[in-house]
């Protein structure tokens, strides 16, 4: 690996596991046994260590979201259960990069083109979520009228954007596959009053996954 792709990975590692504002490029340049000098050969600061990481995870994630916006998850009601598989995947990737949720407000007054950059993913991911509740009511496994259709996306869309930093703060130390099945099935509760027997039966079995998760990690 290259040196400047390990400034990034360790500097991902460091800002998600001891956060961002603790972490100096002393702290990254110590981590990878580097001189400062090194790595201000690759970036002049902190500042271009955070911008290029996010530019990562909105290439990464953009490219993810789009999926079902090019094409149905589900070809019909007999695989529905690929739309939620896939959200673990977008939140499997959110996780990830989870240091700029967990100082998301700071980051965002800092950094001008970051703002910029999350108000491009949380249009893309409401445009995701209403693109997958659109196919899931044109194959029935929905039914819901236009306007709880829109203020079923836009709850989730708030729901996925802002689930790590509820989380962290609601329980201090959670295993990440908790977080993630619970942030899941969050989303899927949200849709559930709309979904038909065969579905709900599905969200049951989550909602027990969940509890057997819970009781491992306790």
């Known amino acids: 690996m290259k040196t400047r792709d390990r ?9 998600n596991e001891e956060g961002e504002p603790q972490t100096t490029t002393i702290d990254i340049a110590n981590e990878m046994d580097i001189s400062p ?8 600061g902190k500042d271009e260590i955070i911008a290029e990481l996010f530019q990562q995870y909105e290439q990464a994630l953009s490219h993810t979201l789009t999926a079902p916006i090019e094409k149905p998850l589900s070809a019909d009601h007999s695989n529905v259960e690929d739309n939620w598989y896939y ?4 939140m499997e990737e959110m996780y990830q990069y989870r240091f700029l949720y967990h100082n998301l407000d700071d980051i965002l007054q800092r ?29 029935s496994v929905l039914d819901a009228r236009e306007q709880q259709l829109l203020g079923l996306v836009d709850n989730m869309t708030l729901t996925l954007t802002f689930w790590f930093n509820y989380s962290e703060l609601l329980h201090e130390s959670r ?5 993630i099945h619970q942030g899941v099935l969050q989303l899927l509760a949200m849709v559930a009053p709309y979904l038909g027997d065969e579905q709900l039966d599905f969200y049951r079995d989550c909602e027990s996954i969940y509890a057997n998760m819970l009781e491992q990690a306790d």
């Not at 400034?7 to 800002?15: E, H, K, N, V």
């Open 175 to 179: 295993p990440p596959y908790v977080t």
């Open 87 to 90: 959200l673990y995947v977008v």
């Open 7 to 15: 400034i990034l990975y360790t500097s991902l590692a460091l800002f």
């Open 37 to 44: 000098g090194n790595l201000y050969y690759h970036f002049k």
């Open 111 to 139: 950094y001008p083109d970051i703002r910029r950059g999350f108000r491009r993913l949380i249009q893309l991911k409401r445009a995701t979520l209403f693109a997958i509740c659109q196919t899931l009511l044109q194959q």
